[in-house]
T-cell receptor, first 113, second 111 residues
Framework: GAVVSQHPSWVICKSGTSVKIECRSL??????MFWYRQFPKQSLMLMAT?????????EQGVEKDKFLINHASLTLSTLTVTSAHPEDSSFYIC?????????FGQGTRLTVV | QKEVEQDPGPLSVPEGAIVSLNCTYS??????FMWYRQYSRKGPELLMY????GNKEDGRFTAQVDKSSKYISLFIRDSQPSDSATYLC???????????FGQGTTLQVKP
């Protein structure tokens, strides 16, 4: 199946700093990518839809100034968590969709200390 | 009412059993149906993808879609301890839009 690569797989940062997470579709072009957040023992919560060459679409309740999304090419989307706080600690997962199914990255575990 | 309902379990079965996982949905516009397996601290892995109604088989896995009942199923034959994971159903109306997920069912296969 298609491959989506997400990097880094885990990161620890200090409060107040920013963290960038990359998501790449390795063998197909994705005009749309999705960013999710997942809390322990819960399903995926969609944060935003990343659109190549245009602004991301954020879900209700997600702060666009805090979670900056850039989709500069058909194979790369980035999520930057700005001014991170301990409550931002979570598992972040990206997804890209080809004309059939959606494929997920490995996930990034963010810990803010 | 959620758009997609999935029993969170946990579901515990002995090794070799047939496992049946199910989701119901309310939006009749859904046409693309997927099943994912997620191990702890990993991203979801696509198991099965089905368009519209019907059955699809891949190895030990069979996916069924009954659009008239708004009900989808995933069957796992000869279950193995390595199948122990959380199984997520997902669906969408179009082939490019966002997916709507079920809550996920936790499965444990005991040796």
């Amino acid at each position: 199946g298609a491959v989506v690569s997400q990097h880094p797989s885990w990161v620890i940062c200090k409060s107040g700093t920013s963290v960038k997470i990359e998501c790449r579709s390795l063998d197909f072009q994705a005009t749309t990518m999705f960013w999710y957040r997942q809390f322990p023992k819960q399903s995926l919560m969609l944060m935003a839809t990343s659109n190549e060459g245009s602004k991301a679409t954020y879900e209700q309740g997600v702060e666009k100034d805090k979670f900056l999304i850039n989709h500069a090419s058909l194979t790369l989307s980035t999520l930057t968590v700005t001014s991170a706080h301990p409550e931002d600690s979570s598992f972040y997962i990206c997804s890209a969709r080809n004309p059939s199914a959606a494929f997920f990255g490995q996930g990034t575990r963010l810990t803010v200390v | 009412q959620k758009e997609v309902e999935q029993d969170p379990g946990p579901l515990s079965v002995p090794e070799g059993a047939i496992v049946s996982l199910n989701c119901t949905y309310s939006n009749s516009a859904f046409q693309y149906f997927m099943w994912y397996r997620q191990y702890s601290r990993k991203g979801p892995e696509l198991l099965m993808y089905t368009y519209s109604s019907g059955n699809k088989e891949d190895g030990r896995f069979t996916a069924q879609v009954d659009k008239s009942s708004k009900y989808i199923s995933l069957f796992i034959r000869d279950s193995q301890p390595s199948d122990s994971a959380t199984y997520l159903c997902a669906m969408s109306a179009g082939n490019t839009g966002k997916l709507i997920f079920g809550q996920g069912t936790t499965l444990q296969v005991k040796p």
